[in-house]
């Protein structure tokens, strides 16, 4: 019987190989040297703006998750929420499996007090969110975004945005709906879990300020990475606006949350070359856009580590707890 690293490492072994793949064929369809030469040729004070506007999304994502907290019965002061965040972050971004960020953080507020199920339906509401948002955003912008790509993006994009705002809706009724099945299927700890998550999820999504707040707050946070990312394109020179990159990064950001690679790498990159391929932005160039994205968000994020290890947490003690909300958490799965 295998161990449970064996299983870990079982599952992180396809992501492996999927990010190195396609690292590989997106570097054989574009000019190396370019890249490197684009990379060198970043304007230094629009890095510097973009790490700022990057920290940034720390208060946002902080107030997305206070969101979901609050209506619950978990009504934390913002920067304490803000400090358990960063921590979270630092292990979403430097586990190969990003959900551990999400343990994490579910382990440290229930360490402060919160009941078990509110920290788990939180972040999972959270989650649903975020989603929600992304999938809004990008149904909205696309008429406008529409002139720019043309008729041949057209034909696609408009059916998967309306298909991805239906599936997100019906997902929440669904969610929402799990604690009204036959009595004879509401048996077991499962059932019961799902239960309670059907009436959190009521209580966010069907009260229209605490549904509003809770994506509003995702929207921002999404709108926030688009103008990060736009300002590391002006940086790079690129002719592109503001709604060409919610527009194109937006999707991007959305396919890279599959958990069919490590931390989204390559797929991110795959994603990025594509997408702003479709308003003539060289192959080279968006790469090297991809790439400082991922840059930042990794680099910024190691500062949590020095706070998770102020905060007196210890290793032994997370990694316990991430075993609990693991046991106890229904239908866990990707970023």
């Known amino acids: ?12 072994i396809p992501k492996i190989l999927v990010s190195v793949a396609l690292i590989v064929f997106v570097l ?11 990379v060198l040729q970043v304007e230094p004070e629009m890095l510097m703006l973009a790490a700022l506007v990057f920290l940034l999304q720390y208060v946002a994502c902080a107030l997305r998750w206070r969101a979901a907290l609050v209506p619950l019965g978990a009504g934390f002061p913002f920067f304490r929420v803000l400090h358990l965040f960063y921590i979270g972050n630092f292990f979403h971004q430097t586990l190969p499996a990003s959900v551990g960020g ?3 953080r579910t382990y440290l507020i229930y360490r402060d007090g919160v009941p078990l199920r509110t920290a788990i339906s939180a972040i999972m509401l959270e989650r649903v969110a975020t989603v929600a948002a992304l999938v809004f955003l990008v149904a909205l912008v696309q008429p406008v975004f529409l002139g720019r790509a043309g008729e041949a993006a057209g034909a696609w994009i408009v ?3 309306a298909v991805g705002v239906a599936a997100v809706i019906g997902g929440i009724v669904f969610i929402a709906l799990l604690d009204r099945v036959p009595a004879v299927w509401r048996k077991g700890k499962i059932m019961t879990a799902l239960a309670g998550l059907a009436v959190d999820t009521r209580t966010i999504f069907f009260s229209p300020f605490n549904a509003a707040r809770a994506i509003g707050w995702a929207a921002v946070g999404h709108t926030n990475l688009a103008m990060a990312v736009y300002v590391l394109a002006r940086g790079l020179g690129l002719d592109v606006s503001p709604i060409d990159v919610i527009s194109l990064f937006l999707p991007v950001l959305l396919i890279t949350a599959l958990p069919i690679s490590v931390a989204g790498w390559g797929v991110r990159e795959g994603s990025m070359v594509y997408a ?16 400082l994205y991922g840059f930042f968000t990794l680099v910024l994020a190691l500062p949590g580590g020095l706070v998770w290890l102020a905060s ?9 707890g991430i075993g609990k909300t693991h046991v106890s958490a229904p239908g866990r799965g990707g970023d």
């Open 1 to 12: 019987m295998a161990s449970p690293m064996s299983k870990k490492w079982l599952l992180l």
């Open 28 to 38: 054989s369809k574009v000019d190396f040297a370019a890249v490197k030469a684009r």
């Open 102 to 104: 999400d343990a994490v």
């Open 159 to 161: 059916p998967v945005a």
């Open 276 to 291: 702003f391929g479709l308003i003539g932005v060289a192959g080279a160039d968006a790469l090297v856009l991809s790439v």
């Open 312 to 320: 007196g947490a210890r290793a032994k003690d997370v990694a316990a």
